[in-house]
């Protein structure tokens, strides 16, 4: 299984890569626009230290500042939705009228903002009351989460299971709180390699813990619907940082407790 090649970033890196990178736990390609004179970074993150695999380069805290959707502007953009999945059913060659399709584009747009919810919701307001001083520094383990999420390149779904580890440092993070995290990045529009590294970016900025793992199992039906139209694929990711990365004993521990 190859993992994700990660890099460390400073502020440095972050001040001089400008529009070109890619902003990981983002929804979207193109580095957050900070306000002129703001700071560069949190002030309770922690600078990257020597040897610590903590993200990709130009990865930014936006984890603490995102949420693009608002429950109004749900409300707001539902009738436009609504008649865009209009205009679809009329090019697929439908009559909107019908009796079977007269409610379906209010269903078909309120079902696809509960699909992509995650964009109303912010890491940090899941994990500010979550994380506890405990003096325990043994793997922990949260597997078989299930994940849904929605393919941005043919809007269809994306099904399977995550598997997260992670070594505290001193802190640790309601369990609950490792599936919420699941729950926001996939409730978008996803890719599974980015998906997978954003979880672990999350983790390993919320905690500052000695290593993350990741890994997703996922069905696209992107494959299984159409195109290549095999029924029993799966594709496999893997984000590990710190000392899953580092050392093989303790990512060969993760791997082998994930799939027992």
């Known amino acids: 299984m190859e993992h994700s090649k990660q890099t460390k970033y400073g502020s440095k890196e972050r001040k001089d890569s400008g529009d070109s990178g890619s902003v990981l736990n983002?929804?979207?390609?193109?580095?957050?626009k900070r306000p002129a004179g703001g700071p560069a970074r949190s002030?309770?993150?922690?600078?990257?230290?020597?040897?610590?695999?903590?993200a990709a380069t130009a990865v930014m805290e936006s984890w603490k500042e995102e949420r693009t959707r608002s429950v109004e502007d749900n409300e707001m953009s539902l009738p436009s939705l609504a008649a865009a999945y209009t205009t679809i059913l009329r090019g697929l060659g439908e009559d909107p009228q019908?009796?079977?399709l007269l409610k379906t584009p209010w269903r078909?747009?309120?079902?696809?903002?509960?699909?992509?919810?995650?964009?109303?919701?912010?890491?940090i307001d899941v994990l500010n009351d979550a994380i506890f001083d405990e003096d325990h520094d043994e793997m922990v383990i949260v597997k078989d989460i299930d994940m849904f999420s929605m393919c941005e390149h043919h809007?269809?779904?994306?099904?399977?299971?995550?598997h997260i580890g992670y070594l505290p440092n001193k802190r640790v993070l309601g369990l609950s709180k490792l599936a919420r995290i699941v729950e926001i990045y996939s409730r978008r529009l996803q890719v599974q390699e980015r998906l997978t590294k954003q979880i672990a970016v999350a983790i390993t900025e919320a905690l500052q813990p000695t290593?993350?793992?990741?890994v997703i199992e996922a069905t696209h039906m992107c494959m299984v619907m159409r195109g290549v139209q095999k029924m029993n694929s799966k594709t496999v990711t893997s984000t590990m940082l710190g000392v899953f990365r580092e050392d093989p004993k303790t990512?060969?521990?993760f791997l082998t407790l994930i799939r027992s």
């Open 26 to 32: 983002g929804h979207f390609d193109g580095l957050v």
């Open 43 to 54: 002030p309770a993150a922690p600078a990257a230290e020597p040897g610590a695999h903590r």
């Open 98 to 100: 019908r009796q079977g």
């Open 108 to 123: 078909a747009a309120t079902a696809m903002q509960f699909f992509t919810k995650g964009y109303q919701e912010k890491i």
């Open 155 to 162: 809007l269809v779904p994306i099904f399977g299971r995550v």
């Open 211 to 214: 290593g993350v793992g990741v």
């Open 251 to 253: 990512r060969d521990e």
